[in-house]
């Protein structure tokens, strides 16, 4: 990226304007961040790196940083510098810059108030998932379109984000409407090289979960795996009635299993047409309060 001046200024005036402020959570934060910035809701990539030259003044993308590393800020002769790891997706690019703007942020409000603002890597990635999944804009969205983890996801929106942050980011807000969810990325590790043995459940592992803390064993006395191996034959069966059509045999299905409605989504590996399906992601909620919840307005929003 090119290095780009910005004024010292603005991080100040962003920062002071949060000292009064009583509300201090990542997402209050992030609010008024993306208010400060005038972005849009959700924001664009462009838009993101534009408001990050307000309060860093170099941004650089090297491809030799540690596996664990995807990048970090330091101060030198007055200018804050961003390194990046190259060669990595959207999502992850826009989830570090941000983490560490929010990292640069606490640090300046720090030295400007009494008490310590206590920054921990789990506020600054709350941060970054508020910026790009706004409460509102995307809880609504997802609503709307049902669970629908293809439409989620596959919207121009958020299809630059990984299955593990939206996932993680619904369950949060499920959370704050006092509903159960259960979302699972399961991956088929012999998509890339036997097609035709794609379909066979015992290739497929979980990825990422997201789980919130209080979790029944069962779901209607049925494990997970039982449930993402149903889940796997509807899918086969949605397959083999329409191999002429990409689009119907690619649908998400909803399967219900006593008090639960299942949310399963697949993700074909696209060099083979017909045969294999790369990734499922499945969704758990309660289907009463599920339907309550589409049904009125969203609260606590």
């Not at 002429?244 to 690619?250: G, H, M, R």
Request: hydrophobic letters at 40%.
């Amino acid at each position: 990226m090119n290095k780009t001046p910005a004024p010292y200024e603005k991080l100040d005036a962003f920062v002071n304007s949060l000292i009064p402020e009583s509300d201090l959570s990542p997402e209050a934060i992030a609010k008024k961040f993306c208010l400060f910035h005038q972005l849009s809701s959700p924001p664009s990539y462009q838009s993101i790196i534009r408001a990050s030259f307000d309060f860093i003044n170099d941004i650089e993308q090297k491809d030799n940083l540690p596996d664990m590393i995807r990048g970090f800020h330091f101060t030198h002769n007055g200018r804050i510098q961003l390194v990046l790891k190259d060669h990595e997706k959207t999502g992850a690019i826009l989830y570090t810059l941000l983490h560490e703007i929010f990292e640069i942020i606490i640090e300046r409000l720090n030295e400007k108030i009494t008490i310590p603002y206590q920054l921990t890597q789990s506020k600054a990635n709350f941060f970054a998932a508020s910026v790009l999944m706004p409460k509102k804009a995307f809880f609504e969205f997802a609503l709307k379109s049902d669970l629908d983890f293809r439409v989620i996801w596959d919207n121009g929106k958020y299809g630059h984000l990984s299955f593990i942050s939206i996932l993680i980011r619904l369950r949060y807000l499920f959370e704050l409407n006092e509903v159960y969810y259960l979302g699972l990325a399961a991956e088929n590790k012999k998509a890339y090289y036997h097609p035709e043995d794609s379909n066979n459940f015992n290739n497929f592992k979980i990825t990422a979960i997201a789980r919130p803390g209080k979790d029944p064993a069962t779901f209607n006395k049925k494990t997970l795996s039982e449930l993402l191996n149903e889940c796997l034959n509807k899918l086969i069966a949605e397959m083999d009635q329409e191999k002429d059509d990409y689009k119907k045999y690619t649908k998400s299905i909803t399967l219900e299993e006593g008090s639960f409605l299942i949310k399963a989504s697949p993700f074909p590996f696209m060099y083979y047409k017909y045969g294999a399906i790369k990734t499922i992601v499945m969704q758990i909620v309660p289907k009463k309060d599920y339907e309550d919840l589409k049904g009125k307005v969203v609260k606590k929003l």
